[in-house]
């Protein structure tokens, strides 16, 4: 059965992946009109590609969906408000420390903001900006994750709260430094990567579908529009106040 939804899901991979190789064949071949440099490495790499991301969803699909729903009903049977808060701060900070996308964003606009002289040209100073950033967006993360998990127990409406965010945004841009500005508007895209989308995404349906009264459909979703909301919000702050 294993061995059945592997070679499944094998096959997926390979379907997601085709539209992207024809593209590019397409162009490369007949665009470009230029043939292709290493045919045997682009082979092997795609192979590996495929490989990776076989790997990579049929590991979600065994265990981190289920982790998440089983312990968002963990959480809704105990009745702690508190407990469920906290852990979904947590999560939502954990995950967003260890999101690969966040990293190298973050390296990169170190190595940058440090060539335009806003800070200092020394290692030192890129590292720390580079975790400040990192940390900022991270707590924004967490924040997010806890108002979305406090919506769904409240009966909230999404939109309202959404609305709300934007407006801030908008807000908060014409006083905002102009180099944080699109590193901002960036953030909320990378922190919502392969880490934190399938643990905050398992989070909100196995906490709606615990809570009486509470759709799946309807209340389960909305919290990866949160954590792309408020990291915006934080890391324009972060720039205002540096």
């Known amino acids: 059965m294993l061995k059945h939804a592997f070679v499944k899901q ?6 997601s992946l085709l539209p992207i190789l024809a593209v590019v064949l397409v162009f490369q071949v007949l ?3 230029q043939p292709i440099a290493d045919i045997t490495g682009m082979v092997v790499g795609v192979l590996c590609i495929i490989l990776g991301l076989t790997l990579f969803v049929y590991g979600l699909e065994q265990s981190l969906f289920p982790v998440g729903e089983s312990m968002a009903y963990a959480f809704a049977r105990k009745g702690s408000v508190f407990w469920l808060l906290l852990f979904a701060f947590c999560l939502g900070f954990g995950t ?3 999101e690969p996308a966040l990293i190298a964003v973050a ?3 170190a190595r940058v903001t440090s060539k ?6 020394t290692d030192e100073a890129r590292t720390q900006y580079a975790l400040g950033l990192r940390i900022t967006v991270a707590l924004s993360v967490g924040f997010a994750i806890l108002i979305g998990v406090l919506r769904i127990i409240r009966g909230w409406s ?7 965010g934007y407006c801030a945004v908008i807000v908060m841009t014409p006083f905002a430094p102009a180099e944080i ?10 922190t919502t990567s392969t880490i934190t989308v399938p643990l905050v995404t398992a989070l909100g349906v196995g906490l709606a579908s615990a809570i009486k009264g509470r759709n799946p459909m309807l ?14 919000i934080f890391v324009m702050a972060y720039g205002i106040i540096l």
Request: no cysteine; net charge negative; glycine share 10%.
């Open 10 to 15: 094998l096959l997926n991979s390979f379907l």
């Open 158 to 164: 999404l939109y309202y709260l959404i609305i709300f």
């Open 31 to 33: 665009i470009i009109q």
């Open 96 to 98: 967003t420390v260890a």
């Open 219 to 232: 209340d389960g979703f909305g919290l990866i529009a949160f954590a792309s909301l408020t990291p915006m």
């Open 116 to 121: 335009s002289h806003l800070i200092a040209q």
């Open 107 to 109: 390296d990169e606009a």
């Open 181 to 190: 500005i699109g590193i901002a508007y960036d953030s909320g895209g990378v």
